[in-house]
């Protein structure tokens, strides 16, 4: 019999964590990740986008702690087709579906959930990619970077016309709190970061993908305190080291930048602090003290 008929149909509002008690699902979710490939249980659960999400978390769950055996090469081709579909799905009508608020303010449930699956699949993604027996696979299909640079690109955008995803550069706010974990894209732009860091490496394919879509800036442009990405300064750093190795290109690239001053320059006094650039057109730090400058 085919896959699909050996489960038994799921409650419409049903979720797998809610349906079962809790050891129990963690049997059976085990049980069905090690013996099915996650194609056929994708295809069960994608009419049921809350169980889908429950299934890729307790997935990532198992890959962090290491015992999870559903690094293959199948499973691996079918996660990247997965996230490059539900990232057209989420960049159709002009990447409105990426935008957490309506003009009124209140968000649509269906919406809620695509987004959901969405940050799921790029986590899971991002996880995938960190076991170098599927980063090979991964970095053959430049459409995996592809697809990862458009979603950054569309969300840099939004910075500047969405409130509620500005960055936050106060030193005493940098941790997240409860409140901007719920946020419906906390941690999206660190995990695109994440990604590409993890694709270029030792990856000249990807390197030069990056370089040709002149995502090079995009990519510097995201190494800031932002408090709803936590780590992203961090992630930026280790992609920025990543296209460059052995890589001349991208390095004279980088080397070619010129200095465009201080950005933001106001936000750092609320560190006590000023940075300018000095006669040798290096920059400088100066410290604030009673309206005073000091090295």
Known sequence: LPFPSLLPPLPPSSSLSSSLPSHCSIILLEALVQAVPLSHLYSCLEPHPQALVTLITFICTRLTSGVCGVLTRENTLFIAHHYNHVSSVMLDAGGEKLNPLHSGGEQDFSRCQELSVFKSS???LCHFSSFEECLVYLQCDLSVTE???ALLKHLATLDGSVASVKH???LSNVSPTGREEKHPLFAVKTNLVRLVANLCYQCPAVQMKVN???SIPLILNQCNIDHYNPYIMQWTV???RNLCVDNPTNQAFIAR???QGVVEA???LEYGCVVAMGDDGKMKCLRTV????ND
Do not use: M, N, S
Not at 290 to 293: H, I, N
């Open 257 to 259: 930048l010129e200095q």
């Open 238 to 240: 280790f992609a920025v």
């Open 290 to 293: 009673c309206g005073t400058k």
């Open 168 to 170: 936050r550069t106060k």
């Open 212 to 214: 040709e879509t002149e």
């Open 147 to 149: 697809t990862t640079l």
């Open 122 to 124: 790029l986590g899971l």
């Open 266 to 268: 106001a936000k750092l």
